[in-house]
């Protein structure tokens, strides 16, 4: 799994100490969308400090989390927990690795995509692309419909002038990943 | 400390070009109202979002870092009205001035030597620390009297605290003194800094529903008619997730607009996806 130690990716990549949590929960309590996590924020902690780094980077829980950034506001040893979180999904695409959930980084890959193409996001392509990849093509067609009438959906998207800049700054990130 | 009459470099991102064009007008009108001139940013480029942090932590900051390149270049400070676009340029910001070893990365980067000269700015700071509320009130000719909200500041303008600086991370009270200013009735409660799902919303609207289901839930027991809230994606979420499907959710701005009696007010009123001008025309606050 890639040549870097998981753990001291995370630290170096994040700059947080993950290694002084001590598991008070405090994150877990708090977070908005832990229901509907498979692992727990801290427990992720815990699988990093023993090096279970398969069950981490297939997780729900790292593309789940919203990046409210309640936890970071909260911890007692001030990790950015949300911080760790960008590590261990960045970690995960740079090696390729699927897990549970397909949705969140099939809308992030779609997202980029389109700022390489465009520099700006226009929601009519980002939807479009995302729903090719993921299927349901049809879903929220009707609030789709009824923001078009409104004048909120524009068909056409914008484009920055200066695209070389753009394209010379998404070439230099893949090559530093 | 008051500024009147001072010119800022305008980023409005992606949201107010698009779904949240009512947030752009009403910005645009009520800072020209209050003597704020708004230049927009010249070929200004998305922030990245939730994508650029997820996926690359390199146009993590290098995105929004090419926008602060522009504005310094430009010179003056930056307003913001999106939540996301301000989270983060003020990652960006903050990461040049703080963190080792970025200023040179991102000369790399961007073919450019950054000199922390500008200052980046959410347009609730910009309206109530520079403006300041003795000038809003000032402004009031239509009091919205009546009137019963809560204040949503969501997470993206309060979090990190140590990055964003704003107000306090889980109490603020900017945009309820604002609210209060043109007499709207603020009412207290919990979830000021509660989750929306943010970015969740296009492919786990199964998550968001409940978050947002719970924040309207809690607004109404509060005794609240509507929600202000800063955020063109809290909003969009608040719309369009509600099982409600009446709970009317406001820009501040555009509350601002109808109490400053700016004729284009109810024209971006219309443009909510939930009805939004009932609740107004029934407190007689439009007509």
Redesign the interface.
Known sequence: MGDTNLLDYVIQ?S?QDVLSCYHCQKCAAGC??AP?MDIQPNVIHRLLQYGRDDEILKSATI??C?????C??RCPNDI?IAKVN??L??YA?REGIKGKEK??P????A??SG?EKR?????VS??RE?RMK?GGLFK?MK?GI??FK?????LFS?K???MG??KK??E??RR?? | MTDNGATYSYYPGCSLHGTSREYDASTQAVCAELGIELKELSDWVCCGASSGHSLDETLNIGLPAHTLKLAEKEGMDVAVPCAACYNRLKVAEHALQEKEGVREQMKDLLDYEFQGTVQVLNLVELIKDRVGLEKIRSKVVKPLTGLKVVCYYGCLLVRPAEVTHFDDPEHPRSLDEIMEAVGAEVLNWSYKTECCGGSLSLTRDDIVKGLVDGIVDMAKEAGAQAIVTLCPLCLENLEMRQSDGTYPVFYFTELLGVAFGLKESEHWLKKHLVDSTSLMKSLRLLS
């Open positions: 990549k700059g908005p969308v509907f593309w789940i919203a990046a409210c950034e309640t970071g506001a950015d960008d590590a999904k960045q695409v949705g969140m099939a809308m992030h890959n997202f980029l700022i520099g700006r996001m226009h929601e980002l939807i995302l993921t929220d609030l009824k923001m409104l004048g909120k959906l524009p914008e920055v002038k200066n800049e753009i700054l998404f230099k990130a530093a990943q």
